[in-house]
């Protein structure tokens, strides 16, 4: 298979990390737990900022006296105790939520668990991904310099080009049809609205896991967060000047890990800037269609067997197991039944019961303790 | 600690646990100047006010520093608590690691 | 095929660990070592206790577990299942009986075969040192003599 040289590698690096800070502690063994912890400090952060944060863009007054979004963010960058470093940490924290979601994404990709019965969480991980950088552009409207009005205006020329629906998504995005203080609060309903989602689009993506690992151990933690602490005080950030709406902006700063789009769209025509994203979605979403393999054949119980213990539901790693009622003839309470989509036919069902009851249709456990006795008498 | 550390590695972890408790002093003198305490600390702590006034150049440097950028302290402050966090991380690694390459039952009943 | 004074080495191993493939015969044993033979699991955390249990009970002289290291695991947690039973943290356990000397765990990646084979020579040299097992009951059996196979219990 095309990504077996891929997977090797990946095994062959995680062994290189495991001789250096044991298995316990490797981070690519909580790969899906590193954007999760960066989610939240995001939330964290975010709260402090949104404390002193006022989302309008007034600038009709004398200068000293203007309270808009961007004075709200000179204030706590400039003002507050701490405030450069908590708003560093917000923006960094961002652009390593995303390094480290790419890096899951590459990592189960690579090593080829994104497929069949995981197709629930690729699916929600490619919803996620989207979200959390739609969020993250957000983000940079929000503080309201001369790219913020350039990223805005060139998301409703973009939006323009979509018939049909593109000028009721940019007078949703506006919340008008022009740039007004209105858009400011809608900007940060956006961006904070939208970050709550992920909790739900979260909930979808772990739902068939059972004991999804969520928190890395505290040393991985302490790495993450001083990565962050370094990296906002050696690359302080710096807003670009007061967006002033008379003004006409043409380049800005890339952020290479939100910002791409938008460097997209400085060469591409609109109409084609949709279809590429639509496309990329779309192939991402495909991934897992692409591969050919033969279909998974679930495990089954043996009814006359299954005394309801539940051990075998307990320890299914992908919730495949149910425990329903066992029917009136039986002596148990309990019967397990296999919900067959959602079943890898690990086995793992069949080592947890010990009463030979449930098995995988082309590997009974009759036959392999069989094929034990006569090697271990040969 | 688990004993099969060689010497190296638990010397390697005393100095991990000494640099973060440096990081750590030096982050409290920070707040310590900025909310105006006392130049000359009390008691015990004259000692390391001592060390600490050895490092006067750097001291200087960095009083320059903040004088062109506001936020220069608070940069220090974050890089020495992302310093200790780093070491603390190491330490606790050392202390913490797993041998999981062999499982060995044991063998009392 | 058994070793001059021991029974089998039985090894169950999960077939994305370590790549065995090529270092075995047709019997199911590994080339390099008559005595050790392979049983392939799709997951590790399908192996059952009782499956050890069977084959100690059968006359082998030990058992070798191997699944991807620990924190890996294609299918989750299967290698830290098999793990928790054998320690007897997690139900279902193994026996009293067993004798806890002879039950291994190996967690290695697949490319780790040098070092899976450097493992299971250590763990054949120390069954060899512990002797034949003794595998009917609890109590000790007689030792057969040396070269002979151990008593082979059957299963009641
Ligand atoms: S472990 Fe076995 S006996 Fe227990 S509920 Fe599952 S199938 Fe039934
Ligand atoms: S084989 Fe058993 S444990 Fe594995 S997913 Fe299917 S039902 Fe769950």
């Known amino acids: 298979m095309y990504t077996k040289p891929l997977n090797e590698a990946t095994l062959k690096l995680e062994q290189g990390i495991n001789a250096l800070v044991s298995s316990k502690y490797n981070p690519f063994y909580y790969h899906g737990a590193l954007p999760q912890f960066y989610l939240w400090v995001l939330y964290l952060s975010g709260l402090l900022l949104f404390a002193y944060y006022i989302p309008t863009i007034d600038n009709a007054y004398d200068s000293d006296k203007l309270i808009n979004a961007w004075t709200s963010v000179d204030y706590i960058t400039n003002h507050i105790p701490f405030g450069a470093i908590i708003r560093g940490i917000h923006r960094y924290a961002g652009d390593a939520m995303v390094v480290t979601i790419l890096l899951h994404m590459l990592r189960v990709w690579f090593t080829d668990r994104y497929r069949q019965y995981r197709i629930v969480e690729w699916l929600s991980g490619v919803v996620l991904l989207a979200l959390v950088l739609f969020i993250g552009q957000t983000g940079y409207y929000l503080v309201w310099d001369d790219r913020s009005l350039l990223l805005t205006r060139m998301t409703c020329s973009a939006l323009d080009a979509i018939p049909l629906v593109g000028q009721g998504i940019k007078t949703w995005f506006l919340n008008g049809t022009e740039v007004t203080n209105y858009t400011m609060a809608n900007f940060l309903f956006i961006h904070i609205g939208l970050s709550f989602t992920l909790l739900f689009g979260l909930w979808i993506h772990y739902v068939r896991m059972t004991r999804p690992v969520l928190t890395p151990p505290p040393v991985i933690n302490y790495i993450l967060f001083a990565l962050l602490l370094l990296v906002v005080a050696w690359f302080p950030i710096e807003s670009g000047k007061m967006a002033d709406l008379n003004a006409q902006p043409t380049s800005f700063e890339v952020d290479w890990f939100f910002l791409w789009p938008y460097w997209l769209l400085t060469f591409m025509q609109p109409a084609i800037y949709w279809l590429a994203l639509a496309a990329g979605t779309v192939v991402l979403c495909l991934l897992p269609y692409f591969v050919r393999t033969k279909p998974v054949e679930p495990a089954e119980v043996l009814e006359k067997n299954c005394t309801g213990c539940s051990l075998c539901a307990r320890d299914c790693p992908y919730q495949a197991i149910v425990m329903v009622p066992a029917p009136v003839t039986s002596r148990f309470k309990l019967l397990a039944v296999v919900k067959p989509y959602r079943c890898s036919a690990c086995g793992v069902c069949v080592g947890a019961c010990a009463f030979d009851a449930i098995d995988l249709p082309n590997m009974l456990d009759s036959d392999i303790t069989a094929q034990i006795k006569s090697l271990a008498q040969g | 600690m688990p004993d099969d550390k060689g010497p190296v590695a638990k010397i390697f972890c005393l100095l991990t646990v000494v640099f973060a408790a440096g990081c750590l002093l030096m982050a409290l003198f920070m707040p310590w100047a900025e909310l105006g305490l006392p130049a000359t600390p009390p008691g015990p702590l004259q000692a390391l006010a001592g060390l600490y006034g050895g490092g006067q150049g750097l001291i200087q440097a960095m009083v320059r520093a903040a004088q062109t950028d506001k936020n220069f302290p608070f940069y220090v402050y974050s890089s020495f608590l992302g310093l200790a966090m780093i070491a603390g991380a190491i330490a606790l690694n050392f202390v913490g690691r797993e041998e999981t390459e062999k499982t060995v039952l044991p063998t009392k009943k | ?156």
């Open chain 3, 1 to 156: 095929m058994a070793d001059a004074n021991n029974g089998k080495v039985i090894t169950l191993v999960c077939e994305r660990s370590v790549d065995l493939q090529d270092r075995i015969d047709e019997n199911g044993c590994l080339k390099e070592m008559p005595g050790v033979s392979v049983v392939k699991f799709p997951c590790s955390g399908m192996i059952q206790p009782l499956m050890v249990e069977a084959a100690l009970k059968a006359g082998a002289s030990g058992v070798i577990i191997c699944g991807c290291q620990i924190g890996d695991c294609y299918y989750r947690e299967g290698n830290k299942m098999i793990r928790d039973r054998i320690l007897g943290e997690r139900p279902p356990g193994l026996k009293k009986t067993v004798d806890r000397r002879r039950v291994v765990g190996f967690w290695l990646a697949k490319p780790q075969v040098a070092r899976f084979l450097s493992r299971a020579g250590e763990f054949v040299a120390q069954l060899q040192q512990l002797g034949p097992a003794e595998t009917a009951a609890p109590k000790p059996a007689p030792k057969p003599a040396a070269g002979e196979k151990p008593p082979a219990a059957e299963s009641p």
